[in-house]
């Protein structure tokens, strides 16, 4: 058994975030997000883990390099230019020679890998789908099954209104070497559009696997890579926890800092300011009176006397000057610099 981590995108949804840092490495509570799926797979035992990759690939290698802090072999393919879900699993396949599972590189969940893994054999599937429950189906892949739990119909992205179930496309899929020879070499090919609306014409074995209650979340639009950080603070990710939830830091006596907040090495909070309910990457300074809420803040940046920061994503190295006010939906890139008393909008 391996894998195949899909993390090529481009993740325009969270630009300006992805701007410098791909997606796939975006720190989820001050770690790259990717070591939460490796961490998934490594406890289902699968420690063959190939990245696929397009967008900024050095920056991930750099990175994550040949797997080995974190207990698992990691390999490396990238595109010349992205080939599309399934063209990106072709392109890999010279890695490919067992049954492998595959995920979408920006899905936060707690699944057990291991029941998957159990299911999809005993149906002698040649393709396992995940499955989760949404309220709004139409952003993602929609799934209908039959009693048997057999996939019967995959419609990506339907009209708002017009998915037949809330059902939808986890973004984990346990494959058959075999699935590599319905896949076209050297041409982008999808898994959504093209391949699964395949495995279906040819009445190929085609299983849909509804885990028991999951935490489920694709962290790829600010406000769900806002959530992702307040559900870990909140501990609702199942078993998934906050690795370090304080670094070493330099804290006034008189700053109010609450128990859920995660402060990496190297930050300053001088007296008076509040941390509440957020995570402060590495050296990051929160001056006099200043208050972070409900925020993700990356390293390096520097959050003025009296300025105000409420459920906001401000980027590295960035300068709220004094007395800003960041509101709601506030999603600030690297090293923007702001002047004393900017005001974003948003609710306070
Ligand atoms: N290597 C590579 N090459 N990776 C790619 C490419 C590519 O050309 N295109 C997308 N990816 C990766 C992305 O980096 C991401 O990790 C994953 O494939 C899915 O792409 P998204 O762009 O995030 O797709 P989505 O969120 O709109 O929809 C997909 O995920 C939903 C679940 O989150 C679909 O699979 C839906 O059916 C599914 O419900
Ligand atoms: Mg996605």
New binding site residues.
């Given amino acids: 058994m391996q894998a195949l ?7 325009t ?1 969270l630009r300006p975030l992805t701007v410098y840092t791909p ?2 490495v975006v720190p989820i509570c001050n770690r790259p997000f990717l070591l939460y799926q490796i961490e998934t797979l490594r406890a289902a035992g699968i420690k063959d883990i190939t990245l ?4 900024q690939p050095l920056k991930i290698e750099q990175l994550l390099g040949d797997g080995s802090d974190f207990g698992v072999r990691l390999k490396y ?1 990238t ?1 010349p230019q ?4 399934a ?2 699993y072709k ?1 890999a396949a010279e890695h490919i020679s067992e049954p492998t599972v595959v ?5 936060l969940t707690d699944l057990n890998l291991k029941r998957v893994l159990a299911e999809h054999k005993r149906n002698g599937a040649a393709a396992t789908i995940v499955l989760t429950p949404v309220e709004n189906p139409s ?4 799934v209908e099954t039959d009693a048997g739990g057999r996939v019967l119909r ?1 419609t ?2 339907p009209a708002p209104g017009e998915a037949p179930t809330n059902n ?4 984990t899929y346990v494959l058959e070497p075999g699935v590599l020879d319905l896949i076209p070499e050297g041409e ?1 090919y999808s ?2 559009y093209q391949l699964f609306p395949d495995l279906l014409k040819r009445g190929e074995k085609f299983y849909a696997h509804v885990p028991e209650k999951t935490y489920w979340l ?1 962290i ?1 639009t600010p406000a769900r890579y806002l959530q992702a950080h307040h559900d870990l603070l909140a501990g609702v990710v199942g078993h998934i926890r906050v690795e370090k939830r304080r670094g070493e830091f330099d804290a006034a006596t008189a700053a109010e800092i609450d128990d859920r907040s995660v402060i990496a090495d190297g930050c300053t909070i001088k007296p008076g300011a509040q941390v509440i309910n957020s995570v402060l990457g590495e050296g990051v300074h929160v001056e006099e009176k200043a208050r972070v809420e409900n925020s993700v803040v990356w390293a390096h940046t520097r959050v003025n006397a009296g300025a105000h920061v409420s459920s906001a994503i401000v980027g590295r190295s960035c300068y709220v000057g004094r007395s800003a006010q960041i509101g709601a939906g506030a999603v600030l890139g690297d090293k923007t610099s702001l002047t004393d008393y900017t005001q974003t909008g948003g609710a306070l």
């Fill in positions: 981590i899909l993390a090529g995108g481009k993740g949804r997606k796939p696929s990759l397009s967008y393919t595109e992205p080939m599309g879900t063209g990106a392109f995920f979408n590189g920006d899905v952003a993602f892949g929609v995959f990506e992205k939808i496309n986890a973004g982008s898994f959504e694709d790829g």
